[in-house]
C-alpha cells in the first residue's frame, strides 16, 4: 500500500509495517488478516483461473460514456439570472468572449494533473484529474450550433479587455466565459498552492463582463467554476441579462451549455454550495497550518442559518420558474 511519505512525509506503510511486526507491535494474525482481505477480492472474481482476461489499457469502453456526461454536465447547469434573453433564437450575431471559451491552446492534456487554468475548464487540478480522451470547448460548439442556425459567431479568445468592446459591438448577443479554479496544494497555479487564495472570479473575470456589458447591453455570463465565487460586481453591471452557473462539466463542456443556452434543455442543477454576497458572510479565513475546526458542524447553509445571513443565492438554488421561459 502507497504511504504517506510524499514530499518528505512520514512512511506509515511498507517497511515501517514490516519492522512493527517484527518487534510484536502488530501480530502476524492481523498481518494475514489483511493479506487475506486483499486476496479474497482476487479469488471471488476467479483471477486465478485459467482464462481469465488480460488487461487491456488500450481497450475501448466508452460506449454510449459522451451521452452520459452530457447530461450528467447539462443537468447540473443552474439558471441564476434571466430576464428573457435566454433561450437563444437563432441570433443572426453572435460573440463569444474569454480564454475559457476554447481549449486549452496548448493542449487539452498538455498541464499534467490539469495542473493550469488555461482554455475551458472541465475539471480542477490534482492527483485525481484524468486526461480527457476529447474536449468539447464552448467554441467548438457554439460554432457547430452557429453554422446550422446561419448565425454569425466572431471568437474573442482573450481575457484582456482593451480590446473586447471593438469584438462585440453590433452582435445581437456577447457570451463571456469565465472560471474559477482550484485543486491540490502540490501544485501551484497563478499563485494559488491548491486552494483558491479569494473568491473573485481568475483572470480578472469581473472587469472582463464589465467591458463587454458596457459595449453590448445583452450579456449573458457564463462560470465555470470549481466552487462558490462572488458574484457582486457582475450582478450589478447593466447589461448582464443572464448568469448561467456550469459547474465543471468536463468534456462535454460545450455541448451541455448549448443545450441549455438554446432552450433544448431546461436548466434543472442546484447550487451544491452557498453563493454570499460578500466573502465576510462566510466566516471564515485563510489560514495556513492546523485547523482546529471550531466551526463544528457550521459551514456553508448551516453557518448562514445560524448566523441568520441572507445569502445571494441559497445552497440548493434551482433556476426559478420565472427566469426559465424555455
Known amino acids: 500500500m502507497p504511504g504517506s511519505d510524499y514530499n518528505g512525509g512520514t512512511i506509515l506503510w511498507g517497511p515501517q509495517l514490516n519492522t512493527a511486526v517484527n518487534n510484536n507491535q502488530v501480530s502476524k494474525a492481523r498481518l494475514d488478516d489483511m493479506a487475506k482481505r486483499i486476496l479474497a477480492a482476487w479469488y471471488l472474481v476467479g483471477q486465478d483461473a485459467p482464462g481469465y482476461p488480460t488487461i487491456n489499457l488500450r481497450a475501448r469502453v ?41 481549449v486549452n491552446p496548448q493542449g487539452m492534456n498538455s498541464c499534467t494533473d490539469q495542473g493550469c487554468n488555461k482554455g475551458a475548464l472541465g475539471m480542477g487540478w490534482g492527483s485525481g484529474a484524468v486526461n480527457y480522451p ?8 457554439l460554432n457547430t450550433r452557429a453554422q446550422s442556425d446561419g448565425t454569425k459567431l466572431s471568437l474573442y479568445s482573450s ?26 496544494g502540490y501544485i501551484t497555479v497563478e499563485g494559488n498552492v491548491g486552494d483558491r487564495q479569494n ?17 453590448n447591453k445583452n450579456t449573458i455570463v457564463v462560470v465555470h467554476s470549481v466552487g462558490s465565487v462572488i458574484l457582486e460586481t457582475i450582478l450589478a ?7 448561467v452557473w456550469a459547474g465543471l462539466p468536463s468534456q462535454e463542456n460545450g455541448n451541455a451549455l448549448v443545450d ?41 447553509y448551516r453557518h448562514f442559518d445560524q448566523a441568520n445571513i441572507t445569502p445571494r443565492f441559497e445552497f440548493g438554488c434551482v433556476s426559478l420558474p420565472s427566469q426559465l421561459l424555455y
Open 62 to 102: 466508452q460506449g454510449n460514456h459522451k451521452d452520459n456526461v452530457r447530461a450528467v454536465a447539462r443537468d447540473g447547469i443552474v439558471l441564476l439570472q434571466n430576464d428573457g434573453i435566454l433561450p437563444l433564437k437563432k441570433p443572426a450575431k453572435l460573440a463569444l468572449v474569454g480564454s475559457a471559451a476554447v
Open 134 to 141: 476529447y474536449f468539447v470547448a464552448p467554441y467548438d460548439a
Open 159 to 184: 481575457d484582456s479587455t482593451s480590446g473586447v468592446a471593438a469584438a462585440v459591438t453590433g452582435s445581437d448577443v456577447a457570451i463571456v466565459v469565465i472560471t474559477a479554479d482550484a485543486g491540490e
Open 199 to 215: 473568491l473573485d472570479p481568475s483572470h480578472n473575470g469581473n472587469q472582463l463582463v464589465q467591458a463587454v456589458a458596457a459595449a
Open 237 to 243: 453591471t447593466p447589461g448582464v441579462r443572464a448568469v
Open 260 to 300: 441549455v443556452l438554446y432552450g433544448l434543455v431546461s436548466p434543472s442543477g442546484k447550487l451544491v454550495y452557498t453563493i454570499a454576497k460578500q466573502v465576510a458572510d462566510y466566516g471564515t479565513r485563510l489560514i495556513s497550518g492546523d485547523d482546529n475546526f471550531s466551526e463544528g458542524l457550521y459551514i456553508d
